[in-house]
């Protein structure tokens, strides 16, 4: 089953900070995040495992709430770089689980 | 540098035509993946392959075929392409449960 992405799409300036949500229906086993940029191949940011862990890459990082099998990605200080589509994916517990990708969040940053 | 390189980026194939898209990576990995992507609908797994030929559908086989004769070399196959089969193509490799590599992607047109 596909995750569930929100908001549906960001626009802020240069600088501010953003929260991007990805939540189940299903207990999860891992999230993980990708950053599609316009025009180009979707670049792996980071994995989240149960077990409720926070990463963190450059000024983003996420956090796994397995209990409410809910992760989110914080971007701090943004950059125009972070401009692009954000997709989480999930694993299920469970023999066999695949990747399952949400239908991803446009992330504008303006100067 | 990993590279999953995709043979066409654009292609346009008539109603019933059999269409083949191939994809190789350079990295050994054991796990190839074919996604496609579409407005709105995000990144949805068509088949996926854990070794050579070895294949499992994903959310969406229906009108697919794939084959892995080789490690490195990962097929879809469209036996006869409808023009609901327009979209962009993604594969993906990985060497565990972890990060995708992904393949600059194969816009398809079904006319």
């Known amino acids: 089953q596909q995750p569930v992405q929100s908001p549906q799409a960001v626009i802020l300036r240069e600088g501010e900070d953003a929260v991007i949500n990805c939540s189940s229906s299903k207990a999860l086993y891992s999230v993980h995040w990708y950053r599609q940029k316009h025009g180009e191949a979707p670049v792996f940011l980071m994995i989240?495992?149960?077990?409720?862990e926070q990463k963190g890459h450059e000024k983003i990082s996420a956090s796994f709430n397995e209990k409410k099998q809910q992760s989110s990605l914080y971007l701090t200080a943004s950059q125009l770089s972070y401009s692009g589509t954000y997709f989480c994916g999930t694993k299920t517990t469970g023999a066999n689980s695949k990747l399952t990708f949400g239908k991803g969040i446009t992330l504008s940053v303006r100067p | 540098d990993v590279k999953v390189t995709q043979s066409s980026r654009y292609l346009v194939k008539r109603t019933g035509e059999k269409v083949f898209l191939e994809c190789v990576q350079d990295m050994d990995h054991e796990n190839m993946f074919w996604y496609r992507q579409d407005p709105g609908l995000g990144l949805r797994l068509i088949y996926f392959s854990y070794d050579v030929k070895m294949k499992e559908k994903g959310d969406i086989p229906e009108g697919y075929s794939v084959s892995r004769e080789k490690k490195e070399r990962f097929s879809l196959i469209l036996e006869s392409a409808s023009t609901n089969q327009t979209s962009m193509y993604l594969c993906?490799?990985?060497?565990?449960?972890?990060?995708?590599?992904f393949g600059e992607g194969s816009r398809l047109t079904v006319l």
């Open positions: 989240l495992l149960k077990g409720g």
């Open positions: 993906a490799s990985s060497l565990n449960a972890g990060e995708l590599f």
